[in-house]
């Protein structure tokens, strides 16, 4: 579990007008190079590439940066507003952070701004001859760059922004998440078997929001610190307000200093995040199963695909019991399966009702999330199973289609 400040460094390197302010600044001050560096170079290399031809270089590239980068990054909100209008808008926040698209993007704007520095520090007669030859040879290494970035661009397009390429970005996200809390079970500290004592003190937040994440180590510091349990209310993806703890900590009337430390291990944000919070990830890729069976779009094929990745990535729920707390002053409360298991089928069985092709499927992924995971899900599954029915047999219209789903229910391995 990360901290609170590389979480937040995590959250502002993502932004992509970070990633294109560092290197647009390395443009310029490569550009600028020239200026204050004496290389000592031979004379006739001097003579051979000091001469006026890299303005020439400086002009073309200027002038097709600039439009490279416009219509690049009209590709990119076109693929953001696609995956929003045909998979949802809680999807294309990842599209959004995607590295590739924000390395190109940022490369052309590098590179432009280093063509431009370039050409207004050659018409102040700023560079000397040596001078030119470094502009002369950064500006090859640009180019090298752009092209090498283009013909990455030219590949990711192709995919970028596509159905399959958005659900592929969830069903990672989904993956990370439900990968952390495996290896860490109640995200490192003691599972929380009920609720906490009398003598323990509520900490409210004061603000309304999701907790997008929690500093765990931080709150295990303090916890130390104070040789006092903390007992956290509710897991990151909870909506929280004023009127509802956050934590509860036992001892003594905490400080105002305290009260301040607890509150800032928590980031509350307007919306959910898919770092710590499975259960998001599983919502959204749920959603997208859901528009896609709408009448107005009547895709069942998607949700067929959405069903089977939730099949798969239910199957990575592990959660190591045996391992030792790492906080052990932390009562954190696990994260419940049945309440994955729900955010992943139910808006699906629900929606999905009069489709045979999709109820069948449904049925199976419930069979086989039961028989590779007995303990957590079998329960849950079983009684998602009946509701799922009951539901489908009030929508269908055919007779055969209910034989249909009762036999695949009664034969799932098929």
Same mark, same amino acid.
């Given at each position: 579990m990360i901290g609170k400040l590389n979480w937040l460094i995590k959250q502002l390197l993502r932004r992509i007008w970070v990633r294109s302010l560092l290197?647009?600044?390395?443009?310029?001050?490569?550009?600028?190079?020239?200026?204050?560096?004496?290389t000592g170079l031979p004379d006739h290399v001097v003579e051979q590439f000091g001469g006026d031809s890299v303005y020439t270089i400086l002009n073309i590239l200027a002038s097709s940066m600039l439009a490279v980068t416009t219509f690049s990054l009209a590709i990119a909100v076109q693929a953001y507003a696609a995956a929003a209008n045909t998979a949802t808008p809680r999807a294309s926040r990842l599209l959004q952070e995607d590295a590739t698209t924000q390395n190109v993007l940022a490369t052309f704007v590098g590179a432009f701004l280093f063509s431009l520095v370039g050409i207004v520090a050659l018409s102040a007669h700023a560079y000397g001859p040596q001078g030119r030859v470094i502009l002369?040879?950064?500006s090859a290494v640009v180019i090298i760059l752009v092209?090498?970035?283009?013909?990455?661009?030219?590949?990711?397009?192709?995919?970028?922004?596509?159905?399959?390429?958005?659900?592929?970005?969830?069903?990672?996200?989904?993956r990370k998440a439900l990968e952390l809390y495996s290896k860490n079970p109640s995200m490192g500290g003691t599972p929380a078997s009920g609720p906490p004592p009398?003598? +323990?003190? =509520?900490?409210?937040?004061?603000?309304?929001?999701?907790?997008?994440?929690?500093?765990?180590?931080?709150?295990? %510091? &303090? $916890?130390?610190?104070?040789?006092?349990?903390?007992?956290?209310?509710?897991?990151p993806g909870s909506y929280v307000h004023p009127a509802l703890p956050l934590l509860f900590i036992e001892g003594?009337?905490?400080?105002?200093e305290l009260i301040k430390k607890l509150r800032d291990t928590y980031a509350i944000r307007a919306t959910?995040?898919?770092?710590?919070?499975?259960?998001?990830?599983?919502?959204?890729?749920?959603?997208i199963a859901s528009r896609a069976l709408s009448p107005a779009v009547n895709d069942p094929g998607t949700a067929i695909d959405v069903i089977n990745r939730l099949t798969r990535l239910l199957s990575l729920w592990h959660p190591d019991q045996?391992?030792?707390? +790492?906080? =052990?002053?932390?009562?954190?409360?696990?994260?419940?399966p049945q309440d994955l298991l729900r955010d992943a089928f139910? %808006? &699906? $069985?629900?929606?999905?009702?009069?489709?045979?092709?999709?109820?069948?499927?449904l049925q199976r992924a419930l069979a086989i999330t039961a028989a590779l995971q007995p303990d957590p899900f079998k329960t849950a599954a079983r009684r998602l199973s009946t509701e799922a029915e009951a539901r489908a047999v009030l929508a269908f219209t055919s007779p055969q289609d209910i034989e249909r789903l009762r036999d695949a229910i009664r034969r799932p391995e098929e």
């Open positions: 290197i647009a600044l390395f443009g310029v001050v490569s550009a600028l190079a020239g200026v204050f560096i004496d002369f040879a950064g092209v090498a970035m283009m013909l990455k661009w030219i590949d990711h397009i192709t995919r970028f922004g596509r159905m399959d390429d958005t659900l592929t970005r969830v069903e990672k996200a989904v009398e003598n +323990a003190h =509520p900490i409210y937040p004061t603000k309304i929001g999701y907790v997008q994440h929690m500093d765990i180590a931080a709150l295990g %510091a &303090i $916890a130390e610190e104070h040789d006092h349990k903390i007992w956290i209310a509710d897991l003594d009337e905490p400080s105002d959910r995040s898919y770092d710590q919070d499975p259960r998001f990830g599983l919502i959204v890729l749920s959603e045996d391992k030792p707390p +790492a906080y =052990p002053r932390l009562m954190i409360p696990p994260l419940n139910a %808006a &699906i $069985a629900r929606d999905g009702a009069p489709l045979i092709e999709v109820q069948t499927h």
